[in-house]
């Protein structure tokens, strides 16, 4: 699979780290709530630890950050 950053396509070569990372981003487009929001940080902040051992790219971190944070602000817009 390819993970589009920033123009840049870099492929994702391990499966378990692809279908986390996937895990992840759908969990955080799900969010309608503070409190889902907040267990996405949670999620994200494990994501983080559990792979920086294996060294994924920290693209992958960045794309993390910014979904959450583009979410976040989804949801303050429809309060």
Same mark, same amino acid.
């Given at each position: 699979?390819? &993970?589009?950053?920033?123009?840049?396509?870099?492929?994702? &070569?391990?499966?378990?780290?692809?279908?986390?990372?996937?895990?992840?981003?759908?969990?955080?487009?799900?969010?309608?709530?503070?409190?889902?929001?907040? *267990?996405?940080?949670?999620?994200?902040?494990?994501?983080?630890?559990?792979?920086?051992?294996? *060294?994924?790219?920290?693209?992958?971190?960045?794309?993390?950050?910014?979904?959450?944070?583009?979410?976040?602000?989804?949801?303050?817009? &429809?309060?």
């Amino acid at each position: 699979m390819l &993970t589009h950053h920033n123009k840049v396509l870099m492929p994702l &070569t391990n499966p378990q780290l692809e279908n986390s990372y996937n895990k992840v981003i759908a969990v955080i487009e799900s969010c309608k709530t503070k409190e889902q929001l907040e *267990g996405a940080h949670f999620m994200v902040n494990n994501f983080k630890e559990l792979y920086k051992n294996v *060294g994924y790219p920290k693209a992958l971190s960045y794309n993390l950050d910014r979904k959450l944070e583009q979410q976040l602000l989804e949801y303050q817009y &429809t309060i």
